[in-house]
């Protein structure tokens, strides 16, 4: 066992890379944590009581992967959902099926898809080096889990509690409230939905903790978390910007476009009137010449009434001479 407790940076938590949300999950702030832990203890046995997508999962076998460590890790969940995490299809239990087979095959990995209670009987007594408990949040429910497989707990093992921090009004947080005062040795993380971290079967690695000035690093990973989840949000900031810029930079690409087409519509518009106007020109001149041709032809009318008239007034005379 490593004398000192390391603090990894710029761990590659390869199940990432199928999904990409695990960095933004409640649980992610405690993944530096759980990786320089396990990386410090070396357990032989893991079990986890609520693996869901597997976020904290993931970062357990990380650390069992990059330290070549032979330990044994049980993932133990419905993988239907319930209450707090919702109901959900297969495809959540496909996506944790698949993160293993693609970065962790060589890993001593047990998934079992049943129910807390009916996997109790996989453990032996006095088994389980870390035992984490992540299921239904209600104060009755993680009581329940932890008093059920506290006989399986190693003397000396581990157990840690996600949703203990009050803001998130569930009743895991009353029950650390309760189960910590009991037994005195713990610590807690506030951030990050809460971690409580205890230690109810033996002092040892509680106190292992104590000389790596575990307080003092509990400062530390949270301005990890902190930091990491403040710079996915900028850099999740930066693309919604540059995904704006881009749209704005097209959108005012198809307003040029539609400005040439308005202009070179204007412009076939001015020509059309030109054309009207030379056309009306022409109009307004020839019905000029109609009307002025009409007038002569009203005054050729009258020129070939009065020379009938006075034909007439000639035949008249040479009739009445006749």
């Known amino acids: 066992m490593n004398e000192k407790m390391i603090i990894h940076e710029n761990v590659l938590f390869?199940?990432?890379?199928?999904?990409?949300?695990?960095?933004?999950?409640?649980?992610?702030?405690?993944?530096?944590?759980?990786?320089d832990l396990i990386s410090f203890l070396k357990p032989n046995m893991i079990v986890e009581l609520g693996t869901h997508y597997g976020c904290s999962f993931f970062s357990f076998i990380q650390a069992i992967k990059d330290n070549k460590l032979d330990t044994k890790i049980y993932g133990i969940d419905s993988w239907e959902g319930e209450e707090h995490a919702g109901k959900y299809g297969d495809e959540v239990y496909q996506i944790v099926q698949t993160t293993v087979k693609t970065f962790f095959s060589q890993q001593n990995i047990y998934l079992l898809?049943?129910?807390?209670?009916?996997?109790?009987?996989?453990?032996?007594?006095?088994?389980?080096?870390?035992?984490?408990?992540?299921g239904l949040h209600t104060y009755d429910a993680t009581k329940s889990d932890f008093f059920n497989y506290l006989p399986k707990l190693k003397k000396n093992g581990i157990v840690l509690f996600h949703d203990i921090a009050n803001y998130t009004g569930y009743g895991s947080h009353k029950f650390w409230e309760e189960i910590k005062l009991e037994h005195k040795n713990y610590f807690e993380f506030k951030h990050s939905w809460g971690l409580g971290v205890l230690f109810p079967k033996g002092n040892d690695n509680y106190l292992k903790l104590v000389k790596q000035n575990i307080n003092d690093r509990i400062k530390i990973y949270q301005y990890k978390a902190e930091n990491e989840l403040n710079t996915i949000k900028l850099n999740d900031h930066m693309q919604m910007i540059d995904e704006r810029d881009k749209t704005i930079k097209s959108q005012t690409k198809m307003i040029d476009e539609r400005d040439k087409t308005i202009k070179s519509q204007t412009k076939i518009i001015d020509e059309r009137d030109k054309t009207i106007k030379s056309q009306t020109k022409m109009i307004d001149e020839r019905d000029k010449t109609i009307k002025s041709q009409t007038k002569m032809i009203d005054e050729r009318d009258k020129t070939i009434e009065s020379q009938t008239k006075m034909i007439d007034e000639r035949d008249k005379t040479i009739k009445s001479q006749t």
Do not use: C
Not at 21 to 30: D, E, R, S
Not at 114 to 130: K, L, R, V
């Open 14 to 35: 390869e199940a990432d890379k199928l999904n990409d949300q695990l960095k933004v999950n409640p649980w992610a702030g405690h993944r530096n944590f759980v990786y």
């Open 113 to 134: 898809k049943t129910y807390f209670d009916q996997a109790i009987e996989e453990f032996d007594d006095n088994s389980i080096d870390i035992l984490h408990i992540d």
